[in-house]
């Protein structure tokens, strides 16, 4: 049976996945940043998870605003990443795993969720730059599922229903047959707005609010409508919503493990967060 080990959330920023490209881990301005994830890393090497479903919002390298599925669930062999105009460099693709694909995509439809599925998709740096801080150079040893939420176009999912997905990605996964490790990563935010008025907003407060409840008590969260999440945390911190699915899946013994928050990296409040039992 596929047992899920533990649950990790992270920013995705793309200039941590500039800062790993040039190797800038101990320059002063980045060291505490990630020094941050060692905790994550030892309990990493200690679990050896063989997949890691990552749950993230893709921002427009491979669904752009004609087509925009609200919930998306990789079945590809391979998921291969591409130039978004970050400046990063293309990663080698990120080996998948499809029978689990493919059983968490018949499990969750059969479960009342309408989600699209995709025989092909690129990842961007939702995806590459939470594996490449989890495991380095070592992440094509890991396989993957990537499930896609939208975050970019209105109407979003809500709170309440990202987190009955990630219930359902649970189930899922303890249906499994085989024997399986797995992690769930939840990435973006956190408060950010990139755009507009308010670029550069971030909330710390609400941030730290966030993470409590989703640490101790995610009920207050689940109230929140799309819009409140937009209105408290930037029309990006609402990347949060992958948090959420991230929650629901794991078990509810589960308990964090390490937490660490740094005011900003770029425009965005960065955090990790691990959740184990
Ligand atoms: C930034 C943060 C993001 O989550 C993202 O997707 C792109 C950019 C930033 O802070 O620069
Ligand atoms: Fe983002």
Known sequence: MARIVG???TS??????????????????WKSFFDSYAPVHEWLRSVRPDVAIVVYNDHGLNFFLDKMPTFAVGAAPEYVNDDEGWGLPVVRPFPGHQELSWHLIESLVADEFDITTCQEMQVDHGFAVPMALLWGTDARAVKTVPIVLNTVQFPLPSPARCHKLG???????????????VVVLGTG???????????????????LMCCDAIAHDVQPLLKYSSRDLVREAGSQGVELLAWLVMHGAMSRSMKQKHFAYHGAVSNTAAAVMLLAP
């Open 7 to 9: 649950a990790v959330a």
């Open 12 to 29: 995705h920023i793309p200039l941590i996945g500039k800062a790993i490209a040039m190797g800038w881990q101990n320059e002063p301005q």
């Open 167 to 181: 219930e359902a990605i649970g189930r899922a996964v303890a249906s499994f047959p085989d024997d399986l490790r």
């Open 189 to 207: 935010g956190l408060s950010h707005q990139l755009e507009g008025e308010r670029a550069g907003f971030i909330n710390k407060p609400f941030d």
